[in-house]
């Protein structure tokens, strides 16, 4: 019903900010809650943040408070996750998803697609 397609990662070193874009194309992009999250090697998938429909409630993890942002534009279909003052446990695959049944979501189990992933890779 949506398809998710993520952009924006890549390597960058210890202190330094990456942008993270999720475009979706198909369905309407206003009625899904979008997420990001992210897998660490031997580690489970966890949620990095979360964003409403209309963009006005959004949640981030512990883990990454002050740091990161999430947002989206709606005109344009997509969602981002601005991180700044990466830090070499932010390494990670990170995923886009999207709920199409609820407004906010927090749980994996609240989403019904997900994107490819994108490597985010920080060095010291």
């Not at 070193?13 to 809650?33: I, M, V, W």
């Amino acid at each position: 019903q949506v398809q998710l397609i993520e952009s924006g990662g890549g390597l960058v070193q210890d202190g330094g900010s990456l942008r993270l874009s999720c475009a979706a194309s198909g369905g309407t992009f206003t009625r899904y809650a979008m997420g990001w999250f992210r897998q660490a090697p031997g580690k489970e998938r966890q949620i990095v943040a979360g964003i409403s429909r209309g963009g006005a409630n959004t949640y981030l993890a512990d883990s990454v408070k002050g740091r990161f942002t999430v947002s989206r534009d709606n005109a344009k279909n997509t969602v981002y996750l601005q991180m700044n003052n990466l830090k070499p446990e932010d390494t990670a695959v990170y995923y886009c998803a999207a709920s199409s049944t609820m407004w906010f979501a927090t749980m994996s189990a609240q989403y019904d697609y997900w994107g490819q992933g994108t490597q985010v890779t920080v060095s010291s």
